[in-house]
């Protein structure tokens, strides 16, 4: 199993960014596709997922700015973010809790991509 994002790159506050993350290889059951962040010296922090039954949740510096969408059928999961913080800077990785046919659960990880947010 393989994710690889894609999307990052430089913006002004306020601007726009499209994260987009593909999973390839075989995979029986996904019960969640999130995104992560990072930035230099701190813990990957959770910034949004959607869980099988399609919950959404949202790390609240993101809530209103933030949007997780995912396409099953493609195996694909998306994070549109609007309204872009300085703050916002960081390493984004997309992530996957799955189950391989035959393997256990476990967490898929995607390279990384980074967002800079300019002032």
């Known amino acids: 199993v393989q994710l690889q994002a894609s999307g990052g790159g430089s913006v002004q506050a306020g601007g726009s960014l499209r994260l987009s993350c593909g999973i390839s290889?075989?995979?029986?059951?996904?019960?969640?596709m999130n995104w992560y962040r990072q930035t230099p010296g701190n813990e990957r922090e959770l910034v949004a997922g959607i869980g099988s039954g399609g919950k959404i949740n949202y790390a609240e510096s993101v809530k209103g700015r933030f949007t997780i969408s995912r396409d099953i059928l493609e195996n694909a999961v998306y994070l549109q973010m609007n309204s872009l913080k300085p703050e916002d800077t960081a390493v984004y990785y997309c992530?996957?809790?799955?189950?391989?046919?035959?393997?256990?659960?476990?967490?898929?990880w995607g390279q990384g991509t980074q967002v800079t947010v300019s002032s």
């Open positions: 290889g075989s995979i029986a059951e996904i019960n969640a």
């Open positions: 992530n996957v809790f799955a189950r391989p046919p035959t393997d256990r659960w476990q967490h898929f």
